[in-house]
């Protein structure tokens, strides 16, 4: 059974999920987010794309409800003892599977959490799940329940994440020795992930990002690939997985010559970089994150080009995004805590140039402030051409 973290470990996690449900006057808890099930248990599938459900007691026992396919793979990966299976039946209503389950567990007429804000739960699953259960027990939207706990990370999963960072900046390494003239952003990606499989990572929770020339402006991934010109710009934003964990980057590299405007970009980028860097520690606002990369790039004068938000938690999660929220917005009152991993992104995409530039990696909130897990420099990567 590979379990990443020791029996203790797991033990205090359900102990502590089990306290948040007693503070909430909750009996029980439905889990649907498959980062929720990896984290109490271990359980790593990515069979939340059809219909399971963990329960968890008041007293951190768990019960799987899941389909055949993942029956060994729960076995296999995780903790968990008690696993019960519904069978893909025409007419078959996993809600009615649902139900059962719990009556079993003796949940009519209980109180129980559930995770409604998961990619586990569709809204025609959903559906199903709120008929089979109106009048056999209340329910109370509990989606943030276990991601409080989550976001606080163990000296384990820190270990993971700075593995995770290692192999981002490997990865990193591939793409600017790669940045060349006539390079095919295809051998890009594969020198790219290939550095994370060789190092014994996982796929990260959604595709990495790329786009040169006019696509270096974009933030997203899309299909067709292109060789890089003789002076290009190239975006890639991806992350290190390891364990599951994520540690994401985010980096413009100039193809050739940079330009003037590139190189004020870049040092815009590098200073919102640093005033965000500065504004992350225990007991801080979230929206001062925010604030302090906007005040920046507002005061060089690149309101317009700039994103409306600077980045997100970071942790172990699936497809398909690797963002963990919360986020760093205008406003977001959420205090920081010292455990917390943030990826900072500081972007900027002038459409009337048509050029980017873009810097981020991945910090971990200390005592005092935030350390880096990355070794990578800020420099700009320019003049490659050979």
Known sequence: MPLHFSPDEMRSRRAQAAQALLDKNLEGLLVFKQESMYYLTGYDSFGFSMFQCLYVDADGNTTLLTRLPDLRQARYTSDIA???LWHDVEGVNPGHCLREMLADKGCKNKKLGIELQSYGLTAFNWRLVEQALDGFCTLENASRLVDVLRSVKSPQEVLYARRAAE?????LDQAIRRARPGAFEGDILAAMQGAVFKGGGDYAGNEFIIGSGPAALLVRYFTGRRHLNDNDQLTVEFAGAYRRYHAA?????IVGHAH????????VCVDALNAAMEAVKPGNAMGAVYDAHARVMDDAGYFAHRMRACGYGMGAVYNPLWVDPPMFYEGNPLLMQAGNIFFLHMILANSDSGRAMTLGHTVLVT????EPLSRASLQLVANLQE
């Open 167 to 171: 192999l981002a900046d490997q990865a």
């Open 260 to 267: 003037a405007q590139h190189v004020e970009m870049h040092q």
């Open 249 to 253: 980057m985010m980096r413009t590299i």
């Open 367 to 370: 005592q005092t402030g935030c």
């Open 82 to 84: 008690d696993i019960r």
